[in-house]
């Protein structure tokens, strides 16, 4: 089994460096073929949409939602010492009345426009609780309106804090407008006033448009920063340009493609699947950094041998640790509850086998085109580098003190165990 196994891994590298200008080529066309889809990739933030659609609780959740209103609704909350102050009523009415003026709000409610209902000696009385254009500037009768509506359960605790020092204004926005957008016209209006109260902001449009906030910021940022990190690490170690950019660019085609075949099939990027290339980086450039240090350990003056010779070592056993990992990600797909945890095992698991095909594929057809001092040096010629004294002194505590590791380790696992059991689920958005 072992010969046969030497037997295959040598004729597939064989065929690898015959046809690698071909290979090459291939990479090349379906990166720029995934390229064109990018650009139609878009960001869904909505963490409610992702609920099962068969699930009896989230169809009465999304059910409610839309027949009520309340998946729509826009919160501003404003904090004072005294709401019952001219002031700051003209500054309510002010916020209702630009968030009125906002394309794609419905109707708004607050203090200064709600219709008020009250008994009479002639009935019932239906009146405006405070005349928008005539706010009282007499603090005797705002103190009597604000006796007034704290004494309502109307009121109090629902439009208004119970301490009076805190009201809210809902805007609901119509169902054809998008909500994400509609919610930041609605901040950037009320930010924009300038008013010296507080404002909060609060309702599923504004946590979906933060989420959207997250994910821009985590494929801005994260991505380049975990490919940075990786760059420092593999520079310190391979000491070579090539060290670091076979890898990288390995992952980075491997993302693109991902990326490009979810634009392919209309699936949007969610808060969990904007983190895939982050993974990617950090679990699929392992398989390239394998293959060069192999190739590296084993380089003689006959470049093209040693490769083949690497790359028979190698492609097995980074076969099979590909093939864990996708299937360890894969397990996402098949049992979670919320859709975007399933596509993120889905596309998590493609991105990682792209990651592995081009490990055993691209990266040694580019390496059989690049002369040999591209790669930098021997292995033998950086054992008295610092990093590399310091993991052998590491990897001989292992063999001296067996007992001792062994020991350290359980303890550690126990602790680790013993912490499981107080780890609490919460799901507060």
């Not at 939602?65 to 003209?90: D, M, P, R």
């Not at 340009?241 to 209309?266: D, E, K, Q, S």
């Not at 093939?323 to 797909?333: E, N, Q, R």
């Amino acid at each position: 089994m072992n010969k046969l196994n030497k037997i295959l891994t040598e004729r597939f590298s064989n065929l690898i460096l015959r046809f690698r200008y071909w290979i090459i080529v291939i990479v090349v066309l379906l990166t720029l073929f995934f390229s064109f889809f990018i650009g139609k990739l878009t960001i869904n933030p909505d963490v409610f949409s992702n609920l099962p659609k068969d699930d009896r609780v989230a169809a009465l959740f999304n059910k409610i939602g839309k027949e009520y209103g309340g998946n729509a609704q826009c919160i501003v909350a404003i904090e004072s010492e005294n709401i019952f102050s001219k002031a700051t009523l003209e500054h309510i009415r002010q916020i209702t009345d630009s968030l009125k003026m906002t394309e794609g709000v419905s109707f708004v409610t607050s203090l200064t426009n709600i219709i008020d209902i009250r008994g009479s000696e002639w009935g019932i009385e239906v009146t405006q609780l405070i005349d928008e254009y005539d706010i009282p500037e007499d603090q005797a009768k705002l103190d009597s309106l604000k006796r007034y509506v704290l004494s309502k359960e109307f009121y109090k605790g629902a439009l208004i804090s119970e301490d009076g020092k805190m009201t809210v204004i809902a805007a609901r926005i119509s169902g054809n407008a998008k909500e994400t957008e509609v919610s930041k016209q609605i901040k950037t209006r009320v930010m924009s006033l300038g008013l010296p109260e507080k404002i909060y902001f609060g309702g599923q449009p504004f946590i979906v448009s933060a989420f959207a906030d997250v994910i821009s910021k985590d494929i801005l940022i994260l991505g380049p920063l975990a490919v940075i990190t990786i760059v420092l690490i593999l520079l310190l170690s391979l000491r070579s340009f090539y060290g670091f950019f076979l890898p990288v660019l390995n992952v980075m085609i491997g993302a693109l493609w991902t990326f490009g075949f979810m634009a392919l099939l209309n699936i949007p990027l969610s808060i969990i699947t904007s983190v895939i290339p982050i993974l990617l980086v950090a679990v699929g450039s392992a398989y390239t950094i394998h293959l060069i240090n192999r190739f590296r350990e084993t380089m003689t003056d006959n470049y093209q041998d040693s490769l083949g010779k690497a790359l028979s070592f190698i492609a097995v056993p980074v076969f099979y640790t590909a093939i864990t990992d996708i299937f360890g990600f894969l397990s996402f797909a098949f049992g979670s509850y919320l859709d975007m945890i399933n596509k993120f095992g889905l596309f998590t698991s493609f991105g990682i086998a792209c990651a592995l095909i081009l490990s055993l594929t691209f990266t040694p057809a580019v390496m059989s085109v690049l002369p040999s001092r591209r790669l930098g040096k021997k292995a033998a010629q950086l054992q008295n580098s610092t990093i590399d004294k310091f993991l052998r002194k590491i990897s001989l505590i292992g063999f001296k003190k067996p007992g001792m590791v062994i020991i350290t380790w359980l303890v550690f696992a126990v602790v680790s165990l013993t912490g499981v059991f107080s780890i609490e689920r919460n799901v507060d958005l």
